[in-house]
């Protein structure tokens, strides 16, 4: 099997993998655009609320994420994934039975529990060699990207034909199939062979990712983009509304938004990893979402300067949102990308949750005004945590095996990082295992006798 290629067993497992995280995410997604636009058919409806019906989600996901993944350790990562999207289902139909908005609340809450993303991540690992991992997560990547434009506009076509109700329960048929997918479409990995620092998502690595000031800062970056979305679509989709654009037709409005924001970012993105300009790129799109949420302050008035607004801010942040995992990826320490994901995923939902309780706060006080320069603001304090980032230069990281009682882990430390090439390490001395992550100059020739690369 070439070391270069995906066998097909892994082209399989990330293809089903990128299914599975596609529809849990359409189900969380299409109710964005749409969500405060019908609130006011609920019971006890408020500004602040809806805010809280849409991103409270997230704190079930923040909450769990975490724990979960350590259960998938244990019992395996199927029946977490399974009861995770069962959860999510349940509270589909809670949501969809509900004619206040405290119901709604809690359903929501509920489908957050069903919190699965670092418990997937781990499963990942599991299937995929580590040369390809950085490939497998960008397919997720991708897959997340599509699911997101098509509830965008898939959201407003299902509730203006069944409503908020169908729209609920269209999410817990998702859930379903995803149930499916991981029964009968996902392979059941083999980890007795041996252990994967990258699979077990959460181990003792959690603190060294929380000291890393690098990955703390991409944390912030993705907290930050999930609160101010979800922020500005407490009050966008009345906005439109109020600016003539019928409910049942802001489909045809978003769907060339998604065209154009897709089409936008694929040069961007080219430009930043191939000529090596990802740091420029990547605080000019946080630019450009801090000044068109300031303008919006004054400009929001004029639907066809909502529509500029809406385009610019999603070119930058499917940009971000795609740039974002990736350099998580080539940041963290050596075999600790499960652990880094987890909490890089914990800090996403926890982003949603505090922006639709911050877009709903300052909407219901104060007013649509309020509630851009509290986002722009938001985004202007990452622009500035973001100036110092440093991003890595092209590595890789190798696994490497050693026989038992012919090195110790201080020895194997201080002689691997004297190869060229070498960058950092991370040895789990009781596996016999170690990561070692290398630069484009290192030469697996060079190995010390008796260690020895994975196939």
């Not at 079930?60 to 399974?82: C, E, F, H, N, T």
């Not at 906005?239 to 654009?245: C, I, N, P, R, T």
């Not at 500029?308 to 320490?333: G, Q, R």
Request: with cysteine; hydrophobic share 55%.
């Amino acid at each position: 099997m070439s070391h270069h290629t995906m066998s097909a067993a892994e082209r399989r497992s990330v293809a089903s993998l990128a299914t599975l995280y596609a529809f849990r995410m359409l189900g969380l997604f299409m109710l964005l655009p749409v969500l405060s636009l019908y609130a006011s058919e609920y019971n006890h409806s408020t500004p602040v609320l809806v805010g809280l019906a849409l991103g409270i989600y997230g704190l079930g996901q923040a909450a769990l994420q975490v724990p979960l993944g350590m259960l998938s350790d244990r019992i395996g990562r199927k029946p977490v994934i399974i009861a995770g999207l069962l959860l999510f289902a349940a509270g589909g139909i809670v949501a969809a039975s509900a004619d206040n908005i405290v119901t709604v609340i809690f359903g929501r809450l509920l489908q957050g529990t069903g919190a699965i993303a670092s418990t997937l991540t781990a499963l990942l690992a599991d299937l995929t060699r580590e040369q390809h991992r950085t490939k497998a997560m960008a397919a997720i990547g991708g897959s997340i990207g599509v699911s997101f434009a098509v509830a965008m506009v898939l959201g407003p076509l299902v509730a203006a034909s069944f409503g908020v109700s169908g729209l609920f329960l269209l999410t817990s048929l998702l859930a379903v199939i995803g149930v499916v997918i991981t029964l009968w479409l996902v392979p059941t990995p083999n980890i007795s062979s041996g252990l994967d620092a990258d699979s077990q998502s959460l181990s003792g690595l959690l603190g060294r990712c929380l000291r890393d000031s690098n990955l703390m800062r991409l944390n912030l970056g993705i907290f930050t983009l999930h609160a101010v979305l979800m922020a500005i679509f407490v009050a966008v989709p009345s906005l439109l509304e109020d600016k003539g654009l019928a409910r049942s037709d802001h489909w045809k409005m978003y769907l060339p938004v998604m065209v154009l924001a897709f089409i936008g970012m694929v040069p961007l993105i080219i430009c930043a990893e191939k000529y090596g300009r990802m740091k420029q790129i990547f605080l000019s799109a946080i630019s450009a979402i801090m000044l068109v949420l300031f303008a919006a302050t004054w400009l929001a008035k004029d639907y066809w300067y909502l529509v500029l607004m809406i385009t610019i801010f999603f070119v930058a942040f499917n940009l971000l949102e795609a740039s974002l995992p990736s350099l998580v990826s080539k940041t963290v320490y050596p075999g600790g990308k499960g652990t880094a994901m987890g909490v890089y995923s914990t800090f996403q939902f926890f982003g949603a949750f505090c922006g639709g309780a911050l877009g709903g706060g300052l909407f219901g006080r104060w007013g649509v005004t309020a509630l851009f320069v509290g986002a722009a603001i938001l985004a202007g304090v990452w622009l500035f945590v973001a100036w110092g980032m440093t991003v890595p230069a092209k590595s890789e990281n190798v696994v490497l095996y050693w026989q038992f009682g012919a090195w110790d882990s201080a020895t194997l430390r201080q002689e691997l990082l004297l190869l060229p090439g070498a960058v950092d390490i991370t040895i789990l001395e009781s596996e016999q295992l170690a990561y070692l992550r290398v630069g484009l100059e290192f030469d697996p020739a060079s190995l010390p006798e008796g260690i020895r690369l994975s196939s």
